[in-house]
């Protein structure tokens, strides 16, 4: 587990957390989403702790951690739907059709989820970040099972997203190669 971890981020900026395998990454974003209380020390959104911000912080923030958070039973569609209600953005199913297909997903859109392979889900899992409209974006081993045309699109994404003021922190033992806004990184060790 780290210690002594200080940073900060404004909208425009990103951060990469790298480091071996059981360095602390994933508990870093779930402690950063609010998953996780650290043992010592607070996270702070716009200068308050964020245990005392409760939804007001939470209504800013989209996780995608190691799992998609998709239903298996519901179509694509319907996964899209469901996420963007949830965050309080309503997505007509024209609109959830367009957003799919812009993520590779055309032709698949009305399968059920569990029809779908891990990299399909996984843009499936991105699209509904993409819908969230949220400043930050909590990104977790982001790039796990996705082909070359589905890296290269997560990161315009990732890139789209910063330069309209967006927050990324993403966690990846690839290298993102982002040109959008200012980057910091952070290399947890065991």
Partial sequence: MFSDLNFSVKPGQWIQ????????????????????????????????????????????????????????????????????????????????????RDMGLEGREHLPARLLSQGQRRRLALATVRVAGSVLWVLDEVLTSLDQAAVALTRSLITEHVEHDGIAIVATHQDLDLSAGNLQRIELSL
């Fill in 17 to 100: 957390v790298t480091g071996p395998n059981g360095c602390g990454k994933t508990s870093l974003l779930r402690m950063i989403c609010g998953l996780l209380e650290p043992v010592a020390g607070t996270i702070r959104w716009r200068g308050e702790d964020i245990r005392a911000l409760g939804e007001e912080y939470h209504a800013n923030l989209t996780y995608l951690g190691h799992h998609n958070g998709i239903k298996d039973e519901l179509t694509s569609i319907e996964n899209l739907r469901c996420s963007s209600g949830l965050s309080g953005v309503d997505v007509s199913r024209d609109a959830a059709v367009q957003i799919l």
